[in-house]
Nanobody, 125 residues
Framework: QVQLVESGGGLVQAGGSLRLSCAAS????????MGWFRQAPGKEREFVAA????????NYADSVKGRFTISRDNAKNTVYLQMHSLKSEDTAVYYC??????????????????WGQGTQVTVSS
């Protein structure tokens, strides 16, 4: 079992930046890929970014490429999502997820076994 807790969300103006953190407890995530997903009101949850256990493989959704950066600190059992140039369409609840299936940086929601509760990001225009 692993528990994932996201933090760092909030209200930001368009063009601003935020850094989300996902702290894991109960088990080391160093061997597992991690991902960020988001869900906007009235929409399905969608992939944002994923990183393999060694950070050698990283994937981003086209909508966030060049603006968001995923990273991890295995010593701290934490994954980050740095978000720049935020747009109103980035408004969503952001979820951290862990893939214990040793699949690499999967972009597929069903690859992920454990999920956090989410953190709200609101971008005002």
């Amino acid at each position: 079992q692993v528990q994932l807790v996201e933090s760092g969300g909030g209200l930001v103006q368009a063009g601003g930046s935020l850094r989300l953190s996902c702290a894991a407890s109960g088990r080391s995530i160093s061997m597992y890929a991690m991902g960020w997903f988001r869900q906007a009101p009235g929409k399905e949850r969608e992939f944002v970014a994923a990183i393999s256990s060694s950070s050698s493989s990283i994937n981003y959704a086209d909508s966030v490429k060049g603006r968001f950066t995923i990273s991890r600190d295995n010593a701290k059992n934490t994954v980050y999502l740095q978000m720049h140039s935020l747009k109103s369409e980035d408004t969503a609840v952001y979820y951290c997820a862990a893939d214990f299936g040793l699949r690499g940086a999967s972009m597929v929601e069903t690859s992920y076994n454990y999920w956090g509760q989410g953190t709200q990001v609101t971008v005002s225009s």
